[in-house]
C-alpha cells in the first residue's frame, strides 16, 4: 500500500488566513493525487484532482500543487465555510488515503 | 444533479454479513463510463476505499478486504450494493457510496452519498 501523510492533523485559523496542508506519499505517485473536503454529517466533497487542477464549481481561492512524492493544498483566503477536515487521496495504486488535516476557526 | 443514497442495516452482529445498497438519482447507472465505488470511514479516523465496480459489471476491490467484499449493481433499479461478510467490530463506521471517473491521472470521485453509520455488535 501506498501510505499518505498529512500534515498537521489540525489547524486553527482566522477567516481571511492563507492556509497550506501538506500530504506526503510514501512513494512517487507522480500527479496521482486528489483533494477533498469533508463536513460532518455531510458528503465529501471533491475540490482538486490530478494535483493541481480544481473541480468545476469549486472556488478559485483552493489550490493544489506537487507531483511525484509531495504536495500541497492552499486556501488564499479562509471563509467561514471552509472550516473543515481535508484529507488528499492518491489513486496511482489502490486508492488510499491521508488521515486529514482538521481546519478549526482560531 | 446525480445524487446518491446508501441504506441498509445500521446493526450486524458479529461475523455476519453486512449489507448496504446506494440508489442512484439524476442519471443512469450504466451510461457514461463511470465506476460506483464504495467507501468507509471508522470513528475517529480516516477514509478507507473498498471496491468498485464499473458499468460493464467489472469490479476492483481493496485487497485488504478482498475476501470478504462483494460489489454488484442493479441497473433496473439503478442501485449498486455492497457485501461484507464475516464483520467485526473493526468493520463498524460509516459507509460512503460514491461515483468515480477516470481522470489523466487516476480516478475521482466526484459525487458521494451522505453516509450511513454500521455498527458491528451482538
Known amino acids: 500500500d501506498i501510505q499518505m501523510t498529512q500534515s498537521p492533523s489540525s489547524l486553527s485559523a482566522s477567516v481571511g488566513d492563507r492556509v497550506t496542508i501538506t500530504c506526503r506519499a510514501s512513494?512517487?505517485?507522480?500527479?496521482?493525487l486528489n483533494w477533498y473536503q469533508h463536513k460532518p454529517g455531510k458528503a465529501p466533497k471533491l475540490l482538486i484532482y490530478a494535483a493541481s487542477s480544481l473541480q468545476g464549481g469549486v472556488p478559485s481561492r483552493f489550490s493544489g500543487s506537487g507531483s511525484g512524492t509531495d504536495f500541497t493544498l492552499t486556501i488564499s483566503s479562509l471563509q467561514p465555510e471552509d472550516f473543515a477536515t481535508y484529507y488528499c487521496?492518491?489513486?496511482?495504486?489502490?486508492?488510499?488515503f491521508g488521515q486529514g488535516t482538521k481546519l478549526e476557526i482560531k | 444533479q446525480v445524487q446518491l443514497q446508501e441504506s441498509g442495516p445500521g446493526l450486524v452482529k458479529p461475523s455476519q454479513t453486512l449489507s448496504l445498497t446506494c440508489t442512484v438519482s439524476g442519471g443512469s447507472i450504466s451510461s457514461g463510463s463511470y465506476y460506483w465505488s464504495w467507501i468507509r470511514q471508522p470513528a475517529g479516523k480516516g477514509l478507507e476505499w473498498i471496491g468498485r465496480?464499473?458499468?460493464?459489471?467489472?469490479?476492483n476491490y481493496n485487497p485488504s478486504l478482498k475476501s470478504r467484499v462483494t460489489i454488484s449493481v442493479d441497473t433496473s433499479k439503478n442501485q449498486f450494493s455492497l457485501k461484507l461478510s464475516s464483520v467485526t467490530a473493526a468493520d463498524t463506521a460509516v459507509y460512503y457510496c460514491?461515483?468515480?471517473?477516470?481522470?489523466?491521472?487516476?480516478?475521482?470521485?466526484?459525487?458521494w452519498g451522505q453516509g450511513t453509520l454500521v455498527t458491528v455488535s451482538s
Open positions: 512513494q512517487s505517485i507522480n500527479s496521482y
Open positions: 487521496q492518491q489513486t496511482y495504486s489502490t486508492p488510499t
Open positions: 465496480i464499473y458499468t460493464s459489471g467489472s469490479t
Open positions: 460514491a461515483r468515480e471517473e477516470d481522470g489523466d491521472y487516476g480516478s475521482l470521485a466526484d459525487y
